[in-house]
């Protein structure tokens, strides 16, 4: 299967928030939720979406290991492809970071969207942050047009990132959707771009139906 990566800045525009989860983002994290909590309908594999935790983990744990206090950095990876987010005190630092990411052996490409600026989000600022995220899935969800599940939100002071496996049109309309909330100042997208034709082959075939002759003699 083909994949094309598009990263792409969209300016915001406007309407409400709610509460999600925004990647770890405190000190300096990295994360992800139980293996339990995967969804069926992730277009990763099971296998990728392991490997996805384990880079948080580890690439979180090494910057936290090097970097100490000197930045806040969060580290997010889809499909093996990590954005950073946060803050580093300068350009040297924001650097370090990404080699400390790339040097993880099953990265395929890191996006470094640390900013070069002091650490001034404050609890409020990280708590609307995980409100904005929230409320931009909500809109996903609730929009029938296009299937959640495949896309992940993450916000850093109130720009929101769209990371995922989706076709032209849902890189599209996610970008749309996301524009719509209050608040935002800016999308980017940081998606796996396939057609809809890949997309087609890459959902599972339903399940044969068996006759059940146990009750028949």
Same mark, same amino acid.
């Given at each position: 299967?083909?994949?094309?990566?598009?990263?792409?800045?969209?300016?915001?525009?406007?309407?409400?928030?709610? #509460?999600?989860?925004?990647?770890?983002?405190?000190?300096?994290?990295? #994360?992800?939720? +139980?293996?339990?909590?995967?969804?069926?309908?992730?277009?990763?594999?099971?296998?990728?979406?392991?490997?996805?935790?384990?880079?948080?983990?580890?690439? #979180?744990?090494?910057?936290? %290991?090097?970097?100490?206090?000197?930045?806040?950095?969060?580290?997010?990876? !889809?499909?093996?492809?990590?954005?950073?987010?946060?803050?580093?005190?300068?350009?040297?630092?924001?650097? +370090?970071?990404?080699?400390?990411?790339?040097?993880?052996?099953?990265?395929?490409?890191? !996006?470094?969207?640390?900013?070069?600026?002091?650490? @001034?989000?404050?609890?409020?600022?990280?708590?609307?942050?995980?409100?904005?995220?929230?409320?931009?899935?909500?809109?996903?969800?609730?929009?029938?047009?296009?299937?959640?599940?495949?896309?992940?939100? /993450?916000?850093?002071?109130? /720009? /929101? !990132?769209?990371? #995922?496996? /989706?076709?032209?049109?849902?890189?599209?309309?996610?970008? %749309?959707? +996301?524009?719509?909330?209050?608040?935002? @100042?800016?999308?980017?997208?940081?998606? %796996?771009?396939?057609?809809?034709?890949?997309?087609? +082959?890459?959902?599972?075939?339903?399940?044969?139906?068996?006759?059940?002759?146990?009750?028949?003699?």
């Amino acid at each position: 299967m083909k994949l094309q990566w598009t990263r792409v800045a969209c300016a915001a525009l406007t309407v409400a928030a709610l #509460g999600g989860a925004l990647s770890g983002c405190v000190a300096l994290v990295g #994360g992800g939720a +139980a293996v339990a909590g995967m969804s069926a309908v992730d277009r990763r594999t099971t296998g990728s979406q392991v490997e996805d935790q384990g880079i948080e983990l580890r690439a #979180g744990n090494r910057i936290g %290991e090097v970097m100490g206090e000197k930045a806040r950095a969060s580290v997010t990876s !889809y499909n093996r492809m990590v954005l950073l987010t946060g803050q580093a005190g300068n350009a040297t630092d924001k650097a +370090a970071i990404e080699k400390l990411v790339r040097e993880q052996a099953t990265v395929r490409q890191v !996006y470094n969207e640390i900013e070069v600026a002091p650490f @001034t989000a404050t609890l409020g600022q990280r708590s609307k942050d995980t409100m904005l995220t929230g409320q931009v899935k909500a809109s996903l969800l609730n929009a029938k047009d296009i299937t959640s599940s495949a896309i992940k939100v /993450v916000t850093e002071n109130r /720009v /929101v !990132y769209l990371m #995922g496996i /989706v076709t032209p049109r849902e890189s599209k309309r996610a970008a %749309e959707i +996301a524009r719509g909330v209050n608040d935002v @100042t800016k999308v980017v997208r940081l998606f %796996e771009v396939i057609s809809e034709e890949e997309l087609a +082959a890459m959902k599972p075939e339903p399940a044969p139906v068996t006759e059940d002759r146990s009750s028949m003699n």
